[in-house]
T-cell receptor, first 112, second 117 residues
Framework: DSGVTQTPKHLITATGQRVTLRCSPRSGDLSVYWYQQSLDQGLQFLIQYYNGEERAKGNILERFSAQQFPDLHSELNLSSLELGDSALYFC???????????FGPGTRLLVL | AQTVTQSQPEMSVQEAETVTLSCTYDTSESNYYLFWYKQPPSRQMILVIRQEAYKQQNATENRFSVNFQKAAKSFSLKISDSQLGDTAMYFCAFMKHDGGSQGNLIFGKGTKLSVKP
């Protein structure tokens, strides 16, 4: 158990819908990262927050957004969902940006 | 832009034997970190080992060790005394150190390792 929690574990939804994925980092970790793992794209970095501020953006679609709240938990919002958004979404956290990232168990999203 | 290449999509090894997984990377950065993560069938991402580029000494963690060749931009993982529980997908990852503002990982496509009894 890495100490990073993600909810829900599984999510099945329809095209065009909107979902919210939630992540609670390890106690004391200030930095949160979101990654997408799909068969065709592999593991891709989406976005990073540090102590509530956005620090870096990767290959994140405009239909996706995220935020980190004052209690340091983070949410990833996915809207206007398409079949291709089906993937495993990981949250990771670290104490500082150069420290090792520890991953949550992931949320498996299936868009039908 | 940085890239990470794992040239072995699949490998297999007999239990108790030694196996080496390859990873090469491309970067113009001088200060960075390299990692190996393991993803077993449960899909959980588990850190195996971490190497700081400024350290010449190769990192080791129990049965896991790396061969870090900075000039060749190579970072291989050696697993000694392979165990059935080592069966997993192994990902090599790169993270540049830019003074601490960003820390995103760039992953290779992975090597699927099967340990056979």
């Amino acid at each position: 158990d890495s100490g990073v929690t993600q909810t829900p574990k599984h999510l099945i939804t329809a095209t065009g819908q909107r979902v919210t994925l939630r992540c609670s980092p390890r106690s004391g970790d200030l930095s949160v990262y979101w990654y997408q793992q799909s068969l065709d794209q592999g593991l891709q970095f989406l976005i990073q927050y540090y102590n509530g501020e956005e620090r870096a953006k990767g290959n994140i679609l405009e239909r996706f957004s995220a935020q980190q709240f004052p209690d340091l938990h983070s949410e990833l919002n996915l809207s206007s969902l398409e079949l291709g958004d089906s993937a495993l979404y990981f949250c990771a956290s670290s104490v500082e940006t150069w420290e090792t990232q520890y991953f949550g168990p992931g949320t498996r999203l299936l868009v039908l | 832009a940085q890239t990470v290449t794992q040239s072995q999509p699949e490998m297999s090894v007999q239990e108790a034997e030694t196996v080496t997984l390859s990873c090469t990377y491309d970067t113009s950065e001088s200060n960075y970190y390299l990692f190996w993560y393991k993803q077993p069938p449960s899909r959980q991402m588990i850190l195996v080992i971490r190497q700081e580029a400024y350290k010449q000494q190769n990192a080791t963690e129990n049965r896991f060790s790396v061969n870090f060749q900075k000039a060749a931009k190579s970072f291989s993982l050696k697993i000694s005394d392979s165990q059935l529980g080592d069966t997993a997908m192994y990902f090599c990852a790169f993270m540049k150190h830019d003074g601490g503002s960003q820390g995103n990982l760039i992953f290779g496509k992975g090597t699927k390792l099967s340990v056979k009894p």
